[in-house]
């Protein structure tokens, strides 16, 4: 059983755009490179249609990947953690126990992936812990390795 993936609208939009073009113009473009190296003879040491292939199979599993994203996604609208709370598609900032330094998530899919902010996927462990909060709050959430970790929500929507 599958889970919906919760993205802004701006993913998802973004989403099917590369969903577009790599039917269209990426298709035609590995056409064409498998072609140009099938001209050039024996296939079985010809590191350029090999090249190609390998190419065109992981664009395929791309197309494979964003067409089951886009069908089970569900859009969400955030404005900047509406009520000041953690949710999907918000940057929040947090202070781990025992270090001054802030560090900035995302909370969403790793499609929602933003320059200079990690992302943390809502069903992770911190996630979980996190989602629902506000600022100010303090939570613990349990590592994959079983540390207790506890940090503290300095700002939603940073």
């Known amino acids: 059983m599958s889970t919906s993936t919760r ?13 577009e073009d790599l039917k269209t113009r990426g298709r035609i473009e590995i056409a064409k490179a498998i072609e140009a190296a099938r001209a050039l003879g024996d296939l079985s040491e010809n590191g350029d249609y090999h090249a190609a292939k390998d190419a065109q199979g992981k ?13 089970d996604a569900e859009i969400v609208t955030t404005e900047a953690g509406s009520g000041g709370s953690v949710e999907v598609g ?3 900032a947090l202070r781990y126990d025992g270090d001054d330094t802030e560090e900035r998530y995302l909370i969403g899919s ?13 069903q992770s ?3 979980q812990a996190l989602v629902g909060k506000k600022r100010g709050d303090r939570v613990s959430y349990q590592t994959p390795t079983g540390a207790q970790l506890v940090v503290e929500i300095v700002s939603v929507g940073a």
């Open 59 to 71: 664009m395929e599993a791309r197309i494979r990947q964003l067409e089951a994203t886009l069908e």
């Open 125 to 127: 462990a911190l996630g």
């Open 7 to 19: 993205l802004t609208k701006e993913t998802f939009e973004r989403l099917q755009e590369e969903l």
């Open 90 to 92: 918000v940057v929040v």
């Open 110 to 122: 790793i499609e929602e992936r933003r320059d200079g902010v990690t992302v943390v996927s809502p």
